[in-house]
C-alpha cells in the first residue's frame, strides 16, 4: 500500500503537550502537516477568540477539538452539567472552524455499563440540536476496554456504531483511532459498516508499545509497535474515508523531549508506516 499523502498529515496538539498552541501551529507547518486538531485544554492560555484568530493564519485546516463527552453521571445534576459542558465544546468548535467534537463518551464505576450506554444515548440525542445549529459534527470515539471503568463504556467500533444507528443523524458519527480499536476481531467488519452509514467522520494514527508502561501516556509513534497501520488505513479508505490522518500520541516520554524535534519524527513516521 502506498504512504499517506503529506496532504493528509495532520497532528494533534496533544502529541506536543508541553508547546503552547502558537508554537504546535509554527512546528506542524515547518514539517509540512496539512492539519491541526486542538486540545481543548491548548485553547485556555490564550482563549477561544485569540486561538481562533491564531488557528486561521496558521495555514493549518482545523480537523476537529477533543474532546467532548463524559456523559454518564450518578445524578441528574451531574448529567445536566455534562451537557453544558459539551455545548460549551460544540460552541469553542465552531469559534475555532472545526467542523468536529470528538466524544470520549465516559463511565462511572458503579454505573452498568448497559446503563451507562443509555445515558450516552440521551446525553448525545440532548446535543444534536445544538451541534446541528452550530454546524458542528460529533464523532463518538470507541476506547480500549481498559477505560471501560471511568472513561468510555463505548469499547467497540460496534458499540459506537449502534450509537450511530440509534441517533439516527447526521450530525453523529464515530472516530475511529488505532490505538483503542486494532485488538478487534471485529474491526474490518465494523469499519465496513461505518461507512455504509457514512459516519466515519475521524481516523487516528499512534503505536502499541510493547510492554505498555502507562495505560494512558505511554502511545507509541507510528513504527514503534505492533499495530497494523497501513492494513486498517486500507480498511477505512475501502469504506470511503479520504480525509486527514490525525497523529495522536499521549506519551510522558515523548513530552520531554524537544518538540519540535519529535515533529520531524512525527513527521517520518507519518511517511513510513501511516
Same mark, same amino acid.
Given at each position: 500500500m502506498t504512504p499517506a499523502p503529506l496532504s493528509r498529515f495532520c497532528i494533534h496538539t496533544i502529541t506536543t503537550n508541553p508547546l503552547a498552541l502558537a508554537v504546535s501551529c509554527e512546528a506542524y507547518r515547518f514539517a509540512g502537516a496539512a492539519g491541526i486538531t486542538v486540545w481543548r485544554e491548548a485553547l485556555e492560555p490564550q482563549g477561544v477568540k485569540e486561538s481562533a484568530k491564531l488557528l486561521a493564519g496558521s495555514g493549518l485546516k482545523v480537523i476537529s477539538l477533543c474532546r467532548g463527552g463524559f456523559f454518564p453521571a450518578a445524578t441528574e445534576a451531574d448529567r445536566q452539567k455534562a451537557l453544558d459542558d459539551n455545548r460549551r465544546a460544540i460552541d469553542e468548535a465552531a469559534a475555532i472552524g472545526a467542523p468536529l467534537v470528538v466524544l470520549v463518551c465516559g463511565a462511572v464505576p458503579g454505573i452498568p455499563l448497559n446503563d451507562a450506554r443509555n445515558q450516552i444515548a440521551d446525553g448525545i440525542a440532548a446535543v444534536i440540536p445544538h451541534a446541528a445549529g452550530a454546524g !458542528?459534527? @460529533? #464523532?463518538?470515539?470507541?476506547?480500549?476496554?481498559?477505560? $471501560?471503568?471511568?472513561?468510555?463504556? !463505548?469499547?467497540?467500533?460496534?458499540?459506537?456504531?449502534?450509537?450511530?444507528?440509534? @441517533?439516527?443523524?447526521?450530525? +453523529? &458519527? !464515530?472516530?475511529?483511532?488505532?490505538?483503542?480499536?486494532?485488538?478487534?476481531?471485529? /474491526?474490518? =467488519?465494523?469499519?465496513?459498516?461505518?461507512?455504509? @452509514?457514512?459516519?466515519?467522520?475521524?481516523?487516528? +494514527?499512534?503505536?502499541?508499545?510493547?510492554?505498555? =508502561?502507562?495505560? /494512558? /501516556?505511554? =502511545? #507509541?509513534?507510528?513504527?514503534?509497535?505492533?499495530?497494523?497501520?497501513?492494513?486498517? =488505513?486500507?480498511?477505512?479508505?475501502? $469504506? &470511503?474515508?479520504? #480525509?486527514?490522518?490525525?497523529?495522536?500520541?499521549?506519551?510522558?516520554?515523548?513530552?520531554?523531549?524537544?518538540?519540535?524535534?519529535?515533529?520531524?519524527?512525527?513527521?517520518? $513516521?507519518?511517511?513510513?508506516? $501511516?
Amino acid at each position: 500500500m502506498t504512504p499517506a499523502p503529506l496532504s493528509r498529515f495532520c497532528i494533534h496538539t496533544i502529541t506536543t503537550n508541553p508547546l503552547a498552541l502558537a508554537v504546535s501551529c509554527e512546528a506542524y507547518r515547518f514539517a509540512g502537516a496539512a492539519g491541526i486538531t486542538v486540545w481543548r485544554e491548548a485553547l485556555e492560555p490564550q482563549g477561544v477568540k485569540e486561538s481562533a484568530k491564531l488557528l486561521a493564519g496558521s495555514g493549518l485546516k482545523v480537523i476537529s477539538l477533543c474532546r467532548g463527552g463524559f456523559f454518564p453521571a450518578a445524578t441528574e445534576a451531574d448529567r445536566q452539567k455534562a451537557l453544558d459542558d459539551n455545548r460549551r465544546a460544540i460552541d469553542e468548535a465552531a469559534a475555532i472552524g472545526a467542523p468536529l467534537v470528538v466524544l470520549v463518551c465516559g463511565a462511572v464505576p458503579g454505573i452498568p455499563l448497559n446503563d451507562a450506554r443509555n445515558q450516552i444515548a440521551d446525553g448525545i440525542a440532548a446535543v444534536i440540536p445544538h451541534a446541528a445549529g452550530a454546524g !458542528v459534527k @460529533l #464523532g463518538i470515539e470507541p476506547l480500549h476496554p481498559m477505560y $471501560a471503568d471511568n472513561r468510555s463504556a !463505548v469499547s467497540t467500533l460496534g458499540q459506537a456504531n449502534d450509537l450511530v444507528e440509534k @441517533l439516527r443523524s447526521p450530525q +453523529v &458519527g !464515530v472516530a475511529i483511532d488505532v490505538y483503542h480499536v486494532w485488538w478487534d476481531d471485529h /474491526l474490518e =467488519r465494523e469499519i465496513d459498516r461505518s461507512g455504509r @452509514l457514512n459516519a466515519i467522520f475521524s481516523y487516528h +494514527v499512534c503505536d502499541w508499545r510493547t510492554p505498555t =508502561r502507562d495505560l /494512558l /501516556l505511554d =502511545r #507509541g509513534i507510528m513504527g514503534e509497535g505492533c499495530i497494523p497501520l497501513r492494513q486498517i =488505513r486500507s480498511w477505512v479508505e475501502r $469504506a &470511503g474515508f479520504s #480525509g486527514m490522518i490525525e497523529v495522536e500520541i499521549f506519551s510522558t516520554e515523548l513530552w520531554k523531549l524537544d518538540q519540535v524535534e519529535l515533529v520531524k519524527r512525527v513527521k517520518s $513516521a507519518y511517511e513510513k508506516f $501511516a
